[in-house]
């Protein structure tokens, strides 16, 4: 069985050592900045104040919507209006028109969700644009 050698050391560019006697992860230090002793920084002018305010963060208000008109601004017509709404059949009165079936009630009582607004969907318009604002989803 021949063992192997690790490599020499080689020295490179700027003296540093390079192989397995340097650590890894070593770097040479940066050279010293050199400024003239009697000029400051460039972009530095020590009589200027400079004050920094922190802006107050953003308060969005989100507006809720639900089965009745509400007021809002229009993101179409930028106007500030009482929303019209359209109500139609969504998933909660199918759902519940299914639950009357399955005990039963198939003759006809199970079609009473779709005829009842508080088992509807809304959508909710604006008056001026006719832009859709909101599609309020019970489910």
Known sequence: MIKQQPPASQPVSGGQMQGPSAPPGFYPPPPPYQADPGQDA????PAQT???IDPAPAVIVGQVFSDVPARVTCPSCHQSV????VRHVGLMAWLISGGLCLVGCWLGCCL???CVDSCQDVDHFCPNCQHLIYRYKRM
């Open 42 to 45: 460039p972009g530095f002018n």
């Open 50 to 52: 400079v004050v920094m």
């Open 82 to 85: 009482v929303t019209r709404i």
């Open 112 to 114: 009473i969700p779709f």
